[in-house]
């Protein structure tokens, strides 16, 4: 039977008697999950939205655990999109679940589980209240510290409970930590080897047997709850590792990886990126080959990866800087341009970790490697367009300047005349150029291009750039 809807969107029943009516029934946490699942791969729905370069390889591995009713741990590098990838899961979950109202645990009208709910349930019967809880609700997330304690995610005594009145053995003078609190729900642990072992040795028991010890105490509490973590595999010898017991209690374990295409990083970066001006996609493309050409690096440390996160930095840091020079120069459409990117190897250089011998390098490294990337989108975007006649007008003494202070109108009235070609509208064309500004962008990608290929020079001061 179909529940009706109430107006602020969940459904309308509000006592245990209701709900029955209403034909309600009760499905494990697991259960929710795999019917949701399979629900949405029958009707072609895409059950992870938003992660790019998955979609072959760790995708079906999520789902075959996710069938398999499994916890779940994922291992990768930094910015390989593990957080992303455990908050989608919300979405398998029912929009709307009904629990006991003022229950700390969030328990089920037709199952619950603590002392207080039992006799709720038992002295109320139909007339107990009930509410609704949003899928939101139902997902709680923890950053693991060396500081987390055991009643942070399991629970302790709490003294007010016996300060007033209650026996210390009376189960209702415990404060529940976080897992207990995710009962019917997902509960999700980052940087799980930074948890301090003796507290990974207090989740064996809630992972295994469902239950849970404070103090002493044995609580039999039937928990349902899917536990997922996160852990950078250099972790295990940096900072901590995952226990060997607590390890075996997760189902799957499950290796992500950094996109494998330079289109896949393309996607993250437009997905991800807060630009405040317009960046061309040959440019976000240079900044995705800069950072595949960092991971193959071997003068950098590939143990603390290249995160994604680095992209996406460089992609805001050159809208900012085509804002900037925007604003001072008077343009109503800042558009960043080659000229911009130097400033991103200028911010960023700090989220790389170098090996050791490259020390006073960094810099010089850098800049080679995206010289390289501009080289790789330059061939990928113009090759056959003949720029001899731009190479002469150049040779025979033209000079082309750019930098933060020339704006994208100075520029284009810069360049050199070529007669009757249309070689700048080719170029233009080819990129997709139409407004002052993307012509500039464009056009100075050429030129780049061409002195990468030594058929020009250029010369660089105080924040000017000169092709000559």
Not at 23 to 33: A, I, M
Not at 416 to 441: I, K, Q
Request: net charge negative.
């Amino acid at each position: 039977m179909t529940e009706a809807i109430q107006q602020d969107g969940h459904p309308a029943p509000s006592t245990l008697g209701q709900l029955r009516e209403s034909g309600h029934r009760l499905k494990p946490l697991r259960q929710e999950l795999r019917d949701n699942l399979l629900a949405r791969l029958r009707d072609g729905v895409d059950p992870w939205p938003g992660l790019h370069g998955f979609a072959d390889t760790v995708i079906p591995q999520v789902e075959r655990a996710l069938l398999a009713g499994h916890d779940i741990v994922l291992l990768g590098e930094r910015g390989q999109g593990k957080t992303r990838l455990l908050r989608s899961l919300v979405a398998l979950l029912d929009e709307w679940s009904p629990v006991i109202s003022g229950s700390e645990l969030g328990e089920h009208p037709y199952d619950p589980i603590s002392v207080t709910s039992q006799q709720a349930v038992a002295t109320y019967g139909d007339d107990l209240r009930i509410s609704w809880r949003h899928r939101d609700q139902r997902y709680a997330e923890k950053l693991a510290t060396p500081d987390t304690s055991v009643a942070d995610l399991i629970g302790d005594v709490d003294p007010m409970k016996v300060a007033e009145g209650r026996h210390l053995g009376d189960p209702e003078t415990i404060h529940f930590g976080l897992i207990p609190r995710s009962h019917r729900g997902i509960v999700a642990i980052n940087e799980l080897p930074d948890l301090a072992e003796r507290i990974q040795v207090a989740m064996l028991n809630v992972m295994e047997e469902r239950d849970i010890q404070i103090r002493g105490y044995v609580l039999r509490l039937p928990l349902d709850v899917l536990v997922v973590a996160s852990a950078n595999p250099e972790d295990y010898t940096n900072r901590g590792r995952i226990i060997t017991p607590l390890k075996d209690r997760f189902g799957a374990e499950i290796r992500t990886h950094y996109p494998r295409e330079v289109e896949q990083e393309i996607a993250v970066i437009e997905q991800e990126a807060e630009l405040v001006a317009e960046v061309p996609d040959y440019l976000l493309e240079v900044l995705a080959r800069f950072t595949r050409n960092l991971r193959d690096s071997q003068s950098v440390d590939q143990r603390s990866g290249v995160s994604a996160r680095f992209a996406i930095a460089g992609a805001e840091t050159i809208a900012a800087a085509a804002l900037h020079r925007a604003t001072t120069q008077g343009e109503d459409e800042p558009v960043a341009r080659v000229v911009d990117l130097e400033t991103a190897v200028d911010v960023l250089g700090g989220k790389i970790e170098f090996e050791t011998g490259e020390e006073g390098r960094e810099g010089e490294i850098l800049t080679h490697l995206l010289r390289t990337a501009i080289a790789e989108t330059v061939r990928a975007h113009l090759a056959g367009i003949d720029l001899r006649l731009l190479v002469e007008a150049i040779e025979e003494g033209a000079m082309v300047s750019t930098g933060a202070r020339v704006g994208a109108r100075d520029f284009l009235a810069g360049l050199p005349v070529l007669g009757e070609s249309d070689l700048y509208d080719e170029v233009c064309d080819r990129l997709g150029a139409t407004n002052d500004g993307e012509r500039a962008a464009a056009i100075e990608l050429a030129l780049e291009g061409l002195y990468l290929a030594r058929r020009i020079g250029k010369d660089t001061d105080a924040g000017e750039t000169v092709y000559g």
